[in-house]
């Protein structure tokens, strides 16, 4: 083929292949093909964004906002909430003294009773939590110290701990369980709650200690090694933590199901506060079945078992009461932020209006649809 | 003898670098020679970079070499190395995908080049061995191998061409695929070679291999029993180049002399080097910023680390206490080591898939220029090419159009139009209207006689039939099926009868297109066509003659004696031909400046002043000449030739000095002027190009005149822009000193362009709009050099840099005379002058090569000079006009889309780190991360960048139409416009609000972290995934709010995108998985969403953070009327063809000025 000189070229343009046989048929387009993406004419949406459509969608948002704000901030209000400081930093404190005599091999328990009052009557179910201060939960070797594959109930994980939690890893020559940094700082304190009425006597308040922990770590993340019969035989091999008084499987030795990796108490301490300054749910006291209060108002005793020392890091010891709504806890933030937001938006849509009136007489309807 | 061939030994022994010896099929020049034959390396050819045993080293260590492998491959070693907070696969996973996905890609390239190799290599071809022929691989030929190629094949080395089937000793070959030039070349053989090629002993002497195509010398010795050895000469015209394929001859023998890589061919193949991007400089200083973003987080809480733990009781509490060897280890490697942690730590800011997403973004992107079907030109059959992916951007930031005139702003279609024969002026109208077709139309004023004499006609239209290089094509079935000599027969005497249809009966001319010209310029098909018009017929070679029809139907035959070939230098050609009669004629045709200078002075004048009306018509003028030569000065001639021809050193020096010295004292007998139309809508597009704020620069090869008839065709001159002229003709105007006068007028241009004219706003006004008056400034070749090459130092640069400022302030600039490299000086002058702007260089031919290169983005059009300046361009287009949608549609989008890329890659990663960064402040400066591993690893490769691949393949913030109407929309992103600091302070602003939001918003939500309705509490890891719930909702729906062009692709992807970070929430947190340590997601996600606060912080925190970002949008929002609306075109869908593949030519750097346009 001699597609070569220039008339050549524009003839076999215009007759392709009429001319030689050795081009015919093998007429190779290079056409691109003519399809939408290719062309990149894909039909589309063009929005705009004019005053003209965010006018109506900050009056929207702000009235959205700001009723939401309201309930919010209002059912916050009407959480009620009760907080007391026991670590006994200050000499004033009822638990100065077993705060300021701790020791980790003394073996007899240091109690204190701490008394407070209750201004307003507790409705419903109360919440009992305790609250930890400049308590590091967070800090990265803290976190990573645990063997979740333990915790789950392998055995070889049993015998054979991670080694991320060195150096609470084994002790005495046999493997910890449970090991780690974590569960071995768990929150040892022990709290009762007696209700101090009229003529004086201490009535102790049933505090429930299940329903604490999320169900699905109870339920599925945590399990005892050999399932829950004979958990001393189970652990057998094993030594306790370093910082604990009794082994895992005397956590709770009534309840088998509450008892051992499945404790709930544990399972609550093992998952890590975002915060140094954090809560924990400690117990529940259950809504009575009768008209009175959960919690009447009036004279409180707080019994505190002093196990937990914090005064060598400066932490502080709070045990919280609260009730809880659809919302959870007490928190004025997210009411406080959505009324602003609400509010702000609201504001920005009268400026905008404002504008868009003085300014802007062209009525563009903003999104075109195609 | 034996002396002399121990001389030659001597010799070659003493040049042993610049010359080789071969023996013709291994016969030995003398058998009691002991004769050593040199090593040549064997035919093979290799491409492929890599093998099977040195792929994984060599790729690795080609990959690790890049700047960002390198310090991801750094990040990953310290986590291996040191305890860090991430495990090294979070850093390591996406490293491994991107560095296996490259090599993959890159291991495929090799092994299809591999393959490419092999078919080469083992390519069958005929070795003639003692007289047999034997069938050989390709990779076994030897140097002095003789080798039997048939038609259609490629030559399979590099050969000197023996013999070959046709009769006149010629070979025809295209060069196509070696430097795109489609016609056909004709090689000779070389002389007095036997036919008998089984007793041809003799030796080459040649250069040693060079990569230029067109230059070849060697000496061939013939050794004939009891005669002195014979010497002949070896040029470029007997020499075969490898990949050039045989054409028109059936079978031809040569001998080879190049082997394997040392082929001219190969010797050519190598990288263009390498364009960056003016976005690409960008992100590597906004790289750096956030390198000194990371260095400085780490710093400051390394420092506040031990400032924290120095406060008693912090750094160790009983309940956390260190491992022994942390106790053991020493201050100052624990404090390097945590910085070293905390660099992991944040060392996402700076994201491997950045740089896989700009690098995907760039070659998907650069495929909607090859399938955009305005691109396709129907008379070609092709559409646009992209030779490289890595400039799309940089088309839409174009300040200088470099453009050629010939070919690209003209068709380069030439068209006889009108001659002038000794003075009188002779249009062609039609055949009608006079009998033998001439019309003077109007002559010298003060002649009475109106047309030249007839003797003078003919002897015209003589020159304009010899004077040429130009072929009769062959018609292919006569060619290929019968014998050579029948098949010319046959043609002749079809032409014959047309020449006779036409002269004698009156008639209308037959159709061009029956008459097939191969030419390599169409300058001369043009002039040989007019010629024919006028009766005389160049009817082809026939061995060493030419052969004519003249206008009485006489078939005139004339001995082709010697061609005196084009070169751009000389800008002349010159045949020497004997005519029956016995007499020696030399035809000369060349650019009037050329010829002028050597013909008689009193037969100038006349001739002058027609040449100069056609050019300033827009014409390409050509003068022609010649002489008569007597015996005695043709032999002086013939003798200085053949000498010239022959000598193995300095021949081209030689060679033109014989030419100088044969082409004088010529007699003028006319000028030829030939158009070159304009091409399609070229006005419109320079004026578009113009009105976005481009300058335009035609550098030419052309005459003034000429060139600049063009420039106000193409309206690059307005009729009130002043001209300021800056040529040989205004510097002899003084009658001074070239120099002086230099000197002067640069500073007068320079007190009227830029002192007087109004002050230049910078950026996006320019002198074009701002500047009422209008300066156009030309300048030539000659006097260009005497600006850039001063005698003085001092003054060189001084002037260029008046020079460069007169430019800058006028409107075009038209730059003629120049030869191809001082097109690149002035590109690379530009370039590098103050601002650095991006210039672009438009052209199609051989001579724009280099500046096509030299500019930042170089743009071919697939004319007819030849394919070299698209095998050296970065995009080649059929048209220029389509540079215009090029430029202002895709140049305008890809640039939109990247620089947005780009920032919203910062950005992103920006707020996704900060928090983090935050974090450290509450957890004890103890490189806790605050989101899962997970997260870590999937935020840059699947959560979220998909989103913006999407956006920066598909914007379109203004549709294309409204691009292509409203060129001043070009100007709007002019210098890097969105990817300055301040766009980039905005974007980092933004990030950092959006960071501080996320993380604040949450802390205070966690004030209280009982978050659910029964009471029970969310812990560290809970923070994290609301904190980056919040973080990928924002950073898509942030980009949703940027995205102007909402096709179904980018619903699915940010809808996709966000769907599947729920899902894989979901997944990743509702099974225990037994590879991991911990199982920190269990059911956190789950638990989220079960909390009232955390859906209600979510929606806030989204909503607050896009809020100024929607302000921003109303009050920013232009008040103009266009962002029109893009109509969904339902095409007919007529394509056929998916787009041409992309792979790279062989060749990608060739000069030729073999294409013979006379300039």
Not at chain 2, 93 to 105: D, N, R, Y
Not at chain 2, 601 to 625: H, K, P, S
Not at chain 2, 796 to 811: A, D, E, G, M, V
Request: aromatic share 12%.
């Amino acid at each position: 083929m001699m597609a070569s000189s220039y008339n050549a070229k524009e003839e076999d343009a215009n007759h392709p292949g009429a001319a030689n046989h050795a081009g015919a048929g093998v007429v190779k387009s290079k056409k691109p093909d003519n399809t939408a993406f290719k062309q990149q004419r894909l039909p589309a949406w063009q929005p705009i964004l004019t005053a003209g459509t965010v006018l109506p969608a900050f009056f929207v948002i702000g009235l959205i906002f700001i009723p939401i704000g309201i309930g919010l901030y209002v059912t916050s209000n009407n959480i009620k909430e009760f907080e007391i400081d026991y670590t006994g930093a200050n000499i004033d404190n009822p638990c100065y003294d077993c705060a300021k005599n701790f020791s980790w091999n003394s073996t007899a328990q240091c109690v204190c009773a701490v008394t407070f009052t209750l201004e307003q009557p507790f409705e419903s179910n109360v919440f009992m939590y305790y609250g930890l201060s400049n308590f590091y939960q967070n800090h990265r070797r803290y976190v990573k110290s645990r063997d979740d594959s333990q915790l789950n109930g392998d055995r070889s994980a049993l015998m054979r701990p991670s080694k991320e939690c060195e150096p609470y890893r084994t002790g005495e020559g046999s493997p910890i369980a449970p090991c780690g940094a974590i569960a071995n700082s768990l929150f040892n304190d022990t709290l009762q709650l007696y209700h101090i009425d009229s003529n004086g006597t201490l009535n102790e308040i049933p505090l429930v200690k299940k329903g604490i922990a999320w169900w699905t770590d109870k339920h599925v993340k945590f399990r005892n090694p050999g399932g829950n019969n004979n958990l001393t035989v189970a652990f057998q091999g094993t030594s306790k933590p370093v910082n604990w008084k009794k082994p895992v499987f005397e956590l709770d030795p009534e309840d088998p199901e509450n008892n051992g990796f499945i404790n709930e108490d544990f399972i609550v301490w093992m998952r890590t506060a975002a915060l140094p300054t954090f809560r924990k749910l400690y117990r529940i006291i259950q809504k009575k079945p009768s008209t009175t209060p959960t919690l009447p108002s009036g004279k409180y005793v707080l019994n505190v078992t002093y196990n937990y020392p914090v005064l060598s890091f400066d932490g502080r010891k709070r045990m919280i009461l609260s009730t809880i709504s659809w919302m959870g806890g007490k928190n004025p933030f997210l009411g406080i932020a959505y009324i602003t937001v609400g509010s702000i938006c609201f504001f920005l849509g009268v400026v905008l209006l404002i504008i868009h009136h003085k300014y802007d007489n062209r009525n563009n309807s903003a999104d075109i649809p195609n | 003898m034996l002396r002399r061939r121990l001389n030659r030994w001597l010799g070659r022994d003493e040049r042993r670098v610049d010359s080789r010896s071969i023996c013709v099929g291994h016969r030995s020049s003398s058998n009691n020679e002991a004769f050593i034959p040199p090593k040549f390396c064997d035919n093979r050819i290799v491409s492929s970079k890599y093998t099977v045993w040195n792929f994984l080293p060599k790729n690795l260590f080609e990959q690790f070499r890049r700047i960002a492998n390198f310090y991801f491959l750094i990040i990953f070693l310290v986590q291996v190395i040191v305890d860090t907070p991430t495990s090294p696969v979070t850093s390591g996973l996406p490293l491994f995908f991107v560095i296996t996905v490259t090599a993959i890609k890159q291991g495929y390239e090799d092994w299809l080049r591999h393959k490419a190799d092999n078919e080469v290599n083992k390519y069958p071809v005929t070795v003639l061995e003692q007289g047999r022929r034997v069938r050989k691989e390709s990779e076994k030929i030897k140097v002095g191998d003789v080798l039997e190629v048939d038609e259609d094949e490629t030559f399979p080395c590099d050969l000197i061409l023996l013999q070959s089937s046709r009769d006149d000793d010629t070979c025809f070959v295209t060069t196509a695929s070696l430097d795109g030039e489609s016609n056909h070349k004709t090689h000779y053989t070389v002389p007095d070679t036997e036919k008998d090629l089984e007793s041809l002993n003799a030796t080459i002497e040649c250069e040693q291999p060079q990569p230029d195509l067109y230059k070849f010398v060697g000496r061939m010795h013939i050794y004939k029993t009891d005669q002195e050895p014979a010497v002949r000469s070896l040029g470029p015209e007997n020499l075969l180049l490898k990949g050039s394929t045989l054409k028109n001859t059936q079978t031809i023998c040569g001998v080879a002399i190049y082997t394997g890589m040392e082929t001219k061919m190969a010797l050519n193949y190598q990288g263009k080097s390498q364009k960056r991007s003016a976005v690409e400089k960008s992100i590597n200083a906004f790289l750096l910023v956030y390198l000194c973003i990371l260095v400085s987080k780490a710093l400051v809480c390394t420092t506040l680390k031990y400032v924290w733990q120095n406060k008693p009781g912090q750094d160790e509490p009983w309940y956390n206490e260190k491992t022994q060897r942390e106790k053991d280890t020493n201050l100052y490697l624990k404090m390097f080591t945590d910085f070293l942690s905390f660099m992991v730590l944040f060392n996402f800011i700076i994201p491997v898939s950045m740089y896989v997403t700009v690098e995907m973004q760039k070659f998907l992107g650069s495929f909607f220029i090859t399938w955009d079907k305005d691109f396709f030109d129907p008379e070609i059959k092709e559409g646009a090419l992209v030779n490289t992916s890595d400039l799309n951007e940089e088309l839409g930031q174009v300040e200088y159009v470099f453009t050629d005139k010939t070919g690209t702003l003209t068709q380069n279609n030439m068209e006889f139009i009108e001659c002038c024969i000794d003075g009188f002026q002779y249009k062609y109208q039609d055949a009608g209207t006079d009998l033998d077709g001439f019309c003077v139309t109007d002559g010298p004023v003060n002649k009475v006689q109106h047309k030249a004499g007839r003797e003078k006609e003919e002897l015209f239209l003589r020159a304009l039939c010899l004077c040429h290089t130009v072929q009769v094509k062959e018609s292919p079935e006569q060619g290929q099926g019968q014998g050579q000599r029948d098949g010319l027969m046959d043609q002749v005497d079809g032409l014959g009868a047309d020449g006779l249809g036409t002269d004698g009966e009156g008639l209308h001319p037959p159709p061009q297109e029956q008459r097939g010209f191969i030419a390599s310029s169409p300058d001369e098909v043009a002039l040989v066509k007019g010629a024919m018009r006028y009766g005389f017929t160049f009817l082809g070679f026939e061995s060493k003659t030419m052969k004519i029809l003249t206008r009485d139907n006489d078939v005139e035959r004339y001995e082709l004696l010697h061609v005196l070939n084009f070169d751009p230098v000389r800008r002349r050609m010159s045949v020497i031909v004997r005519s029956k009669s016995g007499d020696t004629l030399l035809f000369c045709k060349g650019a009037d400046s050329s010829i002028f200078p050597r013909v008689r002075q009193e037969e100038v004048e006349r001739i002058r002043m027609n040449v100069e009306r056609n050019a300033t018509e827009g014409y390409r003028t050509l003068c022609v000449a010649y002489k008569y030569l007597n015996a005695e000065e043709y032999a002086q001639a013939d003798a200085g030739l053949r000498e010239a021809r022959l000598a193995l050193q300095d021949r081209e020096e030689k060679l033109m000095a014989v030419y100088n010295q044969v082409e004088t004292g010529m007699s003028l007998i006319g000028a030829t002027a030939v158009e070159d139309r304009l091409q399609e809508e070229a006005a419109e597009t320079m004026e578009a190009l113009q009105g976005a704020g481009m300058k335009v620069w035609v550098l030419t090869g052309d005459k003034m005149e000429t060139a600049k008839s063009t420039c106000y065709a193409c309206r690059l001159f307005q009729r009130n822009t002043e001209l300021l002229e800056l040529t040989v003709r205004t510097l002899e105007d003084g009658g001074r000193r070239r120099e002086e006068r230099l000197h002067e007028l640069l500073l007068e241009y320079y007190k009227k362009a830029v002192q007087d004219a109004p002050p230049v706003k910078a950026g996006v006004t320019r002198a074009w709009s701002s500047a009422n008056h209008d300066y156009g400034f030309i300048i030539d070749g000659a006097t260009l050099s005497m600006v850039l090459n001063s005698s003085s130092e001092s003054n060189s640069s001084r002037y260029k840099n008046l020079f460069l400022q007169i430019c800058q302030n006028c409107t075009s600039v038209l730059c003629c005379r120049m030869a191809p490299l001082q097109k690149a000086q002035i590109v690379k002058m530009v370039k590098n002058s103050k601002g650095s702007p991006i210039t672009l260089s438009i052209g199609d031919g051989a001579n724009d090569v280099s500046m096509i290169l030299e500019a930042h983005v170089g743009i071919g059009i697939k004319g007819k000079e030849g394919r070299q300046a698209v095998r050296n361009s970065d995009y080649a287009i059929p048209k220029l006009k389509h540079l215009k949608k090029l430029l202002l549609a895709h140049g305008h989008l890809y640039y939109v889309r990247i620089a947005h890329l780009v920032q919203y890659f910062f950005y992103k990663n920006l707020c996704f780190i900060l928090p983090q960064f935050l974090y450290q402040f509450f957890c004890g400066y103890s490189q806790q991360p605050l989101y899962d591993a997970a997260y870590l690893t999937m935020y840059n490769i699947c959560f979220t960048s998909m989103p913006i691949l999407a956006y920066s393949l598909l914007e379109q913030h203004i549709c294309m139409e409204v691009l292509l109407d409203n060129a001043t929309l070009y100007r709007g992103i002019a210098k890097n416009g969105m990817l300055q600091w301040g766009p980039f302070f905005y974007w980092t602003l933004l990030g950092v609000f959006h960071g501080l939001l996320f993380f604040f918003g949450v802390r205070y939500l966690f004030g209280n972290p009982a978050l659910q309705d029964n009471g029970q509490v969310f812990g560290n890891w809970s923070y994290g995934t609301i904190v980056f719930t919040v973080l990928v909702f924002t950073v898509t729906l942030k980009l949703a709010l940027d995205t102007r062009h909402w096709t179904w692709i980018n619903h699915f992807v940010i809808w996709g995108s966000l769907a599947f970070y729920v899902f894989f929430s979901f997944f990743w947190g509702g099974i225990i998985w037994p590879f991991l340590k911990q199982q920190r997601l269990y059911f956190v996600f789950a638990n989220m969403l079960s909390s009232v606060s955390a859906w209600l912080v979510i929606i806030l925190l989204i909503l607050l953070s896009l809020l100024p970002e929607i302000l921003l949008v109303v009050f920013r929002k232009p008040r103009g009327p266009h962002t029109g609306q893009m109509k969904p075109v339902h095409s007919s869908a007529g394509g056929h063809q998916s787009p041409r593949s992309s792979a790279r030519p062989l060749l990608m750097r060739t000069f030729s000025d073999e294409s013979n346009t006379v300039i």
